[in-house]
């Protein structure tokens, strides 16, 4: 018994350095070199280098050109990536009653429209969701047209092309980038001409 | 429900399945002390491990030894653990600034990930410093994982054995397998995630101005390389609060794929090699279908609960019936589903969708999956004991109804060996049942709870649950982080994995002595599907005849709750 005390500690400091120190150092250098990208966090930039959110993060979006993300649950305020999470009510709770019948209510002022998609009035695992349904991007098509005074035509065009089809066609969901798909229409269709630099 | 989805969770654990066939040959390979590829570059790191640590590699211990072995080792990994986590303001890495963790929230989380459950009381993006993360959790990922499967060699030789004493050498297990299988694996997933979007980065955090203006702070950890042991090690601790649901921890399709795929086929994989290293491989086929059909029904019956409607949704005539509160639009309902059968059927406890928003009957398989006894298949090791104790419980029940000396692989099993295993199984229950009867009575408890009713019940269930089955998934509603669910918590943690592995061992040994003897006309086959539904039987009546009446109290309310909300719009 007494032999044992030796390996036991010697044995998780020695594992520690290695698997806890070295194998995640060594993995971070790696990274750096090959996919410094997707190392910091898929950090996205506008043309001034300055860092407008990353393409894998929910940010918050109200205004009417814009595309609108999901309600979020990250944070007292939504789409904090330093307090990521859901709302856990369960299917029953009377604030997901009072949160979804606000919300249902306010969609259908601000869309025009009556249906009312899934994932637009739910908030999601992570409350750090970066994408929507394609039926949720269809709906505030009209909504963003007005907004930015183009035609409809125009930005459901940029809308269906930021649509990502399931992998090999099963796996996963079709869904909609709305960080990407904004950058995308303050290009293509900007509401004002874009300052000069 | 489509074919889509189908398609999706079956084409999941299909590949689950094929990938842990290779990877159990290989693991027998390292169990056994054979040479691999990888020995040009190994054996000499073994080397000087074994003379650091004093052992030596051809020295076999007997059960007790192999046990007092593996406690000495999770004594001290608890030690330091709790150190690092207790004090890492005054440890290196820390660029978040924050403070050690207090007291119980660092006995907690020390046992969450000695014990391989990785359950958390906490957030971590807000707790945790980047040190933390490497030193403390990953390498626990790593070692605790290490363990559970060392603790299967075990018991696969003690089948092995003819009247022997030696169940192998639980320094050498616990080494071979951390740098033979979990490493080499780690750093090929590591890098593969990273390519596939995963932060891999020291630094705390980027700052951003959002299009409309808004500041967002994006926490960041070097994510990518704890993500891969995370899953692959059934460990499940999130690097984030929100686990895998969080795109950093899971950005796309492919990682969930991969994600669930290594949940699972290291434990399927034990027992691939359980069947090379005892020589039964159809007997070990045999628990490998019976894993693979309750896993599979499981996520079949999450996928049926959350495409029904959701009372909320339905009151306000949302389009569809996907229940989307607490998951992730690019997962939608299958991805979602065949993860949490996946993450509770195999002891892993990382969730890509918030289980506490499932249906109630969503909730209730879940639930239902850890109470089992977490073998389908399990954690890694762990869940390929545990349904060797179910085999041997359904083959001395086969016994007493044709009136022979049960046996099993070659070896009788006899009342000694059946005690122990009962000792095991019966740890669920006391633990499980015993510490959610206090807590629903107790306000200092109940103050947690984030949901109220009979999900309040479920929430209480599910915490229990999960720690006792070293599972670590919640009903995230619960504010765990108190002394009272610390501590208990950490208790059933405790109890969950080494009053059931220690049973267990003593079991090892006693069948290790024993003769192993030819199959006569007399002895039941234990590999056909006579068997299989033999066992299945046992899992499910055991399992259910224990927690069905707490079921019924919490998520089975519930449900008939939701029909009627549904039916009265």
Known sequence: ?197 | MDLPGWSEILFTIGLTVAIAFPLGFYLARVWKGESTWLDPVLRPVEGVLYKAFGVEREKSQNWFAYTISMLAFSIASFVVLYLILRFQDLLPLNPQGFKGLTPDLSFNTAISFVTNTNWQSYTPEQTVSTFSQMAGLTSHNFLSAAAGIAMAAAVARAFAANRGEGLGNFWVDLTRISLYVLLPVAIVVALVFVALGEPQTLSASAAAVGLEGGKQTIALYPTASQEAIKQFGTNGGGIFNANSAHPFENPNAITNLIEIVLMNTLSLACVVAFGRLVVARKEARALLVTMVILVTAGAAAIYWTETQPAPAMHAVHASTAVNMEGKEVRFGAPSTAVWAATTTGASDGGVNGMHDSFMPLGGAVTMFLIQLGEILPGGVGSGLYGMVVMALIAVFVAGLMVGRTPEYLGKKIEAREVKFAMLAVLILPLSILGFAAVAAVLPVALKSLANSGPHGLSEILYAYSSATGNNGSAFAGLSANTPFWNSTLGIAMLLGRFAYVVPVLAMAGSIAAKPKLEPSTGTLPTHGPLFISLLIGVILIMGGLQFFPAQALGPIVEHFQVLAAVAGH
């Open chain 1, 1 to 197: 018994m007494l032999s044992d005390i030796r390996p036991a500690i010697v044995s998780t400091v020695l594992l520690t350095a290695l698997l806890g120190v070295a194998y995640p150092l060594a993995i971070t250098g790696v990274a750096k070199v090959a996919f410094p990208f997707q190392a910091e966090g898929s950090l996205v930039k506008d043309p001034h280098g300055r860092v407008v959110g990353s393409a894998l993060l929910a940010q918050p979006f109200a205004k009417d050109e814009y595309l609108h993300p999901r309600p979020s649950a990250a944070g007292s305020n939504g789409y904090d990536p330093t307090s990521s999470g859901g709302s856990n009510y369960g299917p029953l709770s009377a604030d997901l009653a009072k949160r979804v019948t606000s919300d249902a209510a306010a969609l259908r002022a601000s869309t025009g429209h009556q249906q009312i998609p899934d994932d637009a009035i739910t908030t999601s695992g992570s409350g750090l969701d970066p994408d929507i349904s394609p039926a949720y991007a269809l709906l505030q098509v009209d909504r963003i047209a007005k907004a930015r005074g183009v035609p409809a035509g125009q930005v459901g065009k940029i809308v269906a092309a930021h649509v990502e089809s399931p992998v090999l066609g099963f796996l996963g969901q079709p869904h909609v980038n709305v960080l990407m798909t904004n950058r995308a229409l303050n290009v293509i269709v900007p509401k004002s001409p874009p300052k000069a630099s």
